[in-house]
């Protein structure tokens, strides 16, 4: 199973950018699917990108499309999440997983990690 640490969050104003960086321990990051999920008090988990083993595909939830962009470095074992425009419904607490099958967007990926809280102020 794969270790997965995120780092990045934090307050910013409406309008702003953030960049969560998660971190993954593992010899076999590159065949893992990579995903966001993100979870606002009260609300169910929901996806918000995600990016194929090899990178070349990526998907998006359509409230972050046009203002999020998912990458990855297979060497550095890291998946990064460049968030702009941010809106005050952004604000959740943001979890990167990995699978290595099946269809990414919906929540049964293998591993998570511990989360990390994003709030965007109006």
Known sequence: QMQL????GGLVQAGG????????SGRTFSVYHMGWFR???????EFVAAISWSGSNLYYADS??????????NVKKLVTLQMNNLKPEDTADY???A???GYVYT?????WGQGTQVTVSA
């Open 5 to 8: 640490v995120e780092s990045g």
């Open 17 to 24: 950018s953030l960049t969560l960086s998660c971190a993954a």
């Open 39 to 45: 979870q606002a008090p009260g609300k169910e988990r």
């Open 64 to 73: 972050v499309k046009g203002r999020f962009t998912i990458s990855r470095d």
């Open 95 to 97: 979890y990167c997983a």
């Open 99 to 101: 699978k290595n099958r």
């Open 107 to 111: 929540p049964d990926y293998d591993s």
